[in-house]
């Protein structure tokens, strides 16, 4: 089962630039930190959960090679995408993608999608383009295309976009 985990903190960007610059000169390259958390609730007795309470490095590309979490992520001036994931194999929560124009789940080979102000509100609280960062707030309903809905609910911080 997919689970990230991260507590939300409202004065992060500026502890992760800090933690970044010094991960780029220790390690040589360009890391991704994620924090922060987004709860996908399925129905009223099952939420799954996107949960970093600590600034992560996640493995860059759109799935994970080595069973720990990947990501990416883009920032402009003028829009931004990330995505988490996990194993395309696992059964629960596979992938975390949210833009500046709309937000998806893939929960077992299911996706949910919803596009920016149609029952999804997603929120820019900080983007820097020069910084690679982006924090935001996230909740939407998410719909299968068939009837089906989850919610997601949470904010997310990332360092070192491209």
């Known amino acids: 089962m997919f689970?990230?985990?991260?507590s939300p903190s409202r004065a992060l960007s500026s502890v992760l630039a800090a933690g970044g610059v010094l991960v780029l000169a220790a390690c040589g390259e360009d890391p991704l930190i994620v924090v922060g958390r987004?709860?996908?609730a399925v129905s009223s007795d099952t939420t799954l959960v996107v949960d970093f309470p600590n600034a992560t490095r996640l493995e860059r590309g759109p799935s994970s090679s080595s069973g720990r979490a990947a990501g990416e992520c883009t920032v402009t001036a003028d829009s931004f995408s990330v995505s988490v994931s996990s194993s395309e194999t696992s059964t629960g929560l596979r992938s975390l993608r949210v833009s500046s124009d709309e937000a998806s789940?893939?929960?077992g080979g299911v996706v949910?999608?919803?596009?920016?102000?149609t029952g999804?509100?997603?929120?820019?609280?900080?983007s820097d383009p020069g910084y690679g960062t982006i924090?935001?707030?996230l909740d939407c309903a998410l719909s299968d295309g068939e009837g089906h809905t989850v919610s997601a609910v949470g904010d997310l911080a990332f360092e070192g976009c491209r």
């Open 3 to 6: 689970t990230l985990r991260l």
């Open 38 to 40: 987004v709860d996908v």
């Open 105 to 107: 789940v893939d929960i």
């Open 112 to 117: 949910y999608t919803a596009l920016a102000g």
């Open 120 to 126: 999804c509100f997603i929120d820019t609280r900080v």
């Open 135 to 137: 924090t935001f707030d």
